[in-house]
Structures are given as structure tokens and as C-alpha cells.
């Protein structure tokens, strides 16, 4: 295996100055991930995921510190659009149907129409959406929303997927159902994944390492190895390594 | 759908108790006028009727100006706000001296352009433009500016350049902006042009009809201005709620 990291984060800080006051929101943050890895950023709320992955995607500068991706810049890689990005919100535009929705960045990319109805039933298939495919995102559920954004961001097979808490809108049946997609298309793919989640289960389930940050200011205070076979089954869920990792990781957590 | 009826039958009924009370001269017990003074709606339905080609002979030439200063102001105002939106440098003081315009009363407005324009529509045109400007340069500007929470983001995760992100994200953001902005206007456009008749040289339209009738003390016809007035006003913002409907179906205001 190549050891070259594809994603090098080295003492990265981000400090927001709200109103002429500074907050911290991540101090001193150094990460290696490797391709085809699947990483997820596990937290309490406040404790700097989201603009982690914001800096990693080029939306955001840090303070100090620096991100390399496969010797680039965050942002070259942004311009060769290699990031597929499932925002905290679903971000869907409300004038463009379901099946719309998910075939703007291919659009934006020019990809053949052909090609882009074939992804786009594929991706609706997995979804579940397929009767909704001509709905406008008003007259979705919040969760059909979010299963639209994440349909979104694979559309376009990204060499890296950043997801922000992608699946915390939704029900436990369709969270499990697609944490084991989510699995399916990564192990085809081997794209690598950057996950973030409040989840410690899901974390465990989905995840090669766990990255548990703690807040105030933000800091990586443990990375831990997952260490389960693969594939992953839902039985792997009731197993004793799975709770011993799950108690690992809840002891890991500083002062929440 | 019951409450949608009940929406339409409401309203219905409250303006037919009102029509009749009227009829019935309720009115005029009330507030102690004579007949002459406040025509019943019969009289003022036959006035119409009677007076058809006059009335809307006048109705015709307001409502041209109307529209066709709404169309100019809008369409000025819609252009500030997108050049507000592309370049914030300059466009931000064209907003801001739109927005000025909007504080001028049309009673002045309007003399000060029978003296720029020769001809009764000239003037007409020129006091609904202005009129009608400052509100769809800043309701738009809104709407190209106001975007949902990381829709930006999104456009940039694909490296899209701006004129993407205008075609395919603040174009069809703003258009719920845009017809709030339209059906504002309709009404104004209407009020603007009438009222600017008041003071035009030329001796036609509804402004000058509703005028000249009352300066005359023809209340019946008069009357019959003012409800053909209200009447067109009423017409032209059904279309274009209708139009929005079919334009902007996606919206959660349409559901
Ligand atoms: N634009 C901003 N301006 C000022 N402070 C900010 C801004 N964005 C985030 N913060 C602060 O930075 C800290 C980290 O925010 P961030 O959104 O990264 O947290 P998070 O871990 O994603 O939380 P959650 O799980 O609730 O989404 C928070 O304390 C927040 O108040
Ligand atoms: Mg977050």
C-alpha cells in the first residue's frame, strides 16, 4: 500500500472573530488520511466539524496552518471538482425538481445526457425516491430532503466525499438502511470518505478511524482505529468488539 | 379545499351585505348624505352602461400608460438591481438614489413632468416609471442577494464562475421577489397614472374623468370612473397573481 497520506492537515486553527470577539473554534488540528479511507469527525456540537470540513473543501481559510490533498491545494482540488460535499443542511434549489436537483453538477459539468439519466435513476434507486422524482424539495420531509443531497453529492462520483452529519434528520430504519449504502458504494468506489456525525454508534459502524474532537476550543483529542472486519452486517452491531469500541470512544471524550 | 372556499365565500359575502346596505341608502342614514351626493351602485352601473365608449375609451388609455411605464420602471429597476448584484461598487448608489426617487410624492412628480413631456402619455409614462422603480429594484435585489444558507457553497464546490451562479442560482432565487415587487407596482402604476392625470394638460383618461365629473358635480359619473378604477385595478393584479401561480408553482407561497 502506498503511504503517501492523500489528505495531510497540519496544525490547522480557525479563529472566527464574531462581533470583535474571537472564538476558537479549532486550535492546532494535524490529521493524516490515507485514499480510499473512511474517516469520520465524531463531536458534540460546537467543537469545529463542520468548518474542519469546510477548510478541507476550500469554502473556508484557516487561520494558521495548512491542508494538502494529494500534494495540492484545497483549492486546486475544488477546481477540478474532486469534492462531492453533503451540506448539514440539504441545500436543494427549490425551483428545480427532485431528479433535477440531483443532475446539477452534472449539468454544470456537461456530462452527456445519456450518462446523466443513467446516474440519476441509479441514484434515485438508491434513494428510494424514485415516485418523487418530479416534486418540487417543498413538498418533501426534511429526511427525503437530505436523501436528495446526498444523492447529489455522489452524482458527480467524487474522488472525495465530505459529509456533514448527513443522516442525523433522518428516522433510525432509513439511517441504517442508508449507512449500509452509504458502505456498498464506497467499497465499490473506494472514494475516500470524510464523515462527520454527534453519532458514536454510527461512527463506529461506518468508520476505518474515528476522529473525536473536543470542543471549547476545538482539538482532536483522540483518533481511534475501527478495527471491525469488513464488510460491515448489521449483526456486527450487536457484537461485544462493536460495544467495547462504542465505550472506548465515549471514555475518549474530555470533559463533556 | 374547504377552507379555500370559505377563503373566496367570505370575502363574496361581506362585499355583497356591503353593496346592498349601500343600495338600500344605509349609507346615507348613516353619515347623512343626500342621493346626489353618493349614487347607489344601480345608478352608477347604468352611468356606465350608458356612458360605455367615453368610459372605457378613458379606461383604455390610462390602463396603456400604466402598463407601459410599470414595464419601463420595472424593467429599469430590475436592471439596477442586477448591476447592484454584479458590481456592488456602483451599483450599491444606483440602489440607493432608486430608493431616494421612491420618497417623492407624485403630486409633484407629476407637474414637474408635464413640463418635460408634451403629450398627456409622455407624462403619464414618466410619473409611473419612477413610481415604480425603487420597489422592484430593491425587492429584487433582494431576492438575487438574499440566498438560502449555503447555496453559494454549493456553486462553489463546483467551481461555478458567476455568470453560473447568476443564471442557475440568484436568477430563479429572485423571482418570488420580482412578482411581490410586480403586484406592488400594478397598484401603484394604476394610482400613479390616475392621480397624474389630475394634473395633466391633456383632457382624458380616468384621472381627468374622475376630475372633471366632480368639478362639474356629475357624482354618477364620476362614480362610475372611480369603480371602473377599481375595477381594472382589481383585473390587472388577478393576472398577474395568476401568472405567479404558473411561474413560481415551486414556491412555498403557492402551495
Ligand atoms: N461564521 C462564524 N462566525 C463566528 N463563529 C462561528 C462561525 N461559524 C462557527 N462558529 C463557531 O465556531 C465553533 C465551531 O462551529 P462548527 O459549526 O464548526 O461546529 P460543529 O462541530 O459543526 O457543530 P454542530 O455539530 O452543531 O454542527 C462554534 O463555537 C461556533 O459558534
Ligand atoms: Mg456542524
Known amino acids: ?256 | 379545499m374547504m377552507k379555500k372556499k370559505s377563503d373566496i365565500l367570505w370575502p363574496l359575502g361581506f362585499g355583497a351585505v356591503f353593496l346592498i346596505i349601500w343600495q338600500l341608502y344605509g349609507f346615507h342614514r348613516l353619515l347623512d348624505l343626500k342621493p346626489f351626493q353618493l349614487p347607489v351602485p344601480s345608478e352608477i352601473i347604468m352611468t356606465i352602461f350608458k356612458n360605455l365608449e367615453k368610459v372605457s375609451g378613458d379606461c383604455l388609455l390610462t390602463v396603456t400608460g400604466a402598463i407601459a411605464g410599470m414595464a419601463i420602471g420595472s424593467a429599469i429597476g430590475f436592471a439596477v438591481a442586477v448591476t447592484a448584484t454584479l458590481f456592488p461598487k456602483w451599483g450599491y448608489g444606483g440602489l440607493t438614489v432608486i430608493s431616494a426617487f421612491n420618497a417623492i410624492p407624485i403630486v409633484a412628480l407629476s407637474p414637474i413632468m408635464n413640463r418635460w413631456f408634451s403629450t398627456g402619455m409622455g407624462q403619464k409614462i414618466g410619473v409611473v416609471t419612477v413610481v415604480t422603480m425603487a420597489a422592484m429594484a430593491i425587492n429584487a435585489y433582494r431576492g438575487l442577494n438574499d440566498l438560502k444558507p449555503f447555496s453559494l457553497d454549493l456553486m462553489s464546490s463546483y467551481a461555478a464562475d458567476k455568470r453560473t451562479v447568476f443564471f442557475r442560482l440568484r436568477l430563479p432565487s429572485c423571482l418570488p421577489s420580482v412578482f411581490t415587487a410586480l403586484k406592488i407596482n400594478i397598484t401603484s402604476a394604476m394610482i400613479a397614472a390616475i392621480v397624474s392625470e389630475y394634473f395633466a394638460a391633456s383632457t382624458s383618461g380616468l384621472g381627468f374623468g374622475i376630475k372633471d365629473s366632480l368639478r362639474k358635480a356629475e357624482m354618477a359619473m364620476g362614480w362610475s370612473y372611480i369603480t371602473v378604477s377599481a375595477i381594472v385595478g382589481i383585473i390587472l393584479y388577478l393576472i398577474i397573481q395568476a401568472v405567479e401561480r404558473r411561474a413560481i408553482k415551486w414556491h412555498a407561497s403557492q402551495k
Open chain 1, 1 to 256: 500500500m502506498n503511504n503517501t497520506p492523500e489528505i495531510t492537515i497540519k496544525n490547522v486553527s480557525m479563529v472566527y472573530n464574531d462581533k470583535g470577539r474571537d472564538v476558537t473554534a479549532l486550535s492546532n488540528v494535524s490529521l493524516e488520511i490515507q485514499k480510499g479511507e473512511f474517516i469520520s469527525l465524531l463531536g458534540p456540537s460546537g467543537c469545529g466539524k463542520t468548518t474542519l470540513l469546510r477548510i478541507i473543501a476550500d469554502l473556508l481559510q484557516p487561520t494558521s496552518g495548512t491542508v494538502e490533498v494529494c500534494g495540492k491545494s484545497p483549492r486546486e482540488v475544488r477546481l477540478e471538482k474532486k469534492y462531492g460535499i453533503v451540506f448539514q443542511s440539504p441545500v436543494l434549489y427549490d425551483w428545480r425538481t427532485v431528479r433535477k436537483n440531483i443532475c446539477l453538477p452534472l449539468e454544470l459539468m456537461k456530462i452527456d445526457k445519456a450518462e446523466q439519466n443513467n446516474r440519476v435513476d441509479a441514484l434515485l434507486e438508491m434513494i428510494g425516491l424514485e415516485k418523487f422524482q418530479n416534486h418540487y424539495p417543498n413538498q418533501l420531509s426534511g429526511g427525503m430532503q437530505q436523501r436528495v443531497g446526498i444523492a447529489r453529492a455522489l452524482a458527480i462520483q467524487p474522488e472525495i466525499l465530505l459529509m456533514d452529519e448527513p443522516f442525523s434528520a433522518l428516522d433510525e430504519f432509513t439511517r441504517e438502511k442508508l449507512n449500509e449504502d452509504l458502505l456498498r458504494i464506497w467499497r465499490k468506489t473506494n472514494k475516500t470518505v470524510i464523515f462527520v456525525t454527534h453519532s458514536i454508534a454510527e461512527s463506529v459502524f461506518l468508520s476505518d478511524r474515528v476522529c473525536v474532537l473536543s470542543p471549547h476550543p476545538g482539538r482532536l483529542s483522540a483518533v481511534v482505529d475501527i478495527d471491525l472486519p469488513r464488510p460491515r452486517t448489521k449483526e456486527m452491531r450487536e457484537s461485544p468488539e462493536f460495544f467495547n469500541l462504542v465505550t472506548k470512544i465515549r471514555n475518549s471524550f474530555e470533559g463533556v
